[in-house]
């Protein structure tokens, strides 16, 4: 899995499908977000969208 340097959404692909820019291999710490309204923890990180996140990306 490779993580977003912009939002952290983890993902396959070599750039983020949301933001459209690189990821990296250098990530630590997963987050999964089933319901983003009702999570405070999504929305002190604004996390819109439900699925999984790193914390940390280099």
Known sequence: MKACTQCKRLTNA??????????SDNWSGLLIITDPE???????LNIELPGEYCLIVR
């Open 38 to 44: 009702a999570s405070d923890l999504a929305k002190e």
């Open 14 to 23: 070599d750039t983020c499908e949301i933001c459209n820019v690189p990821t």
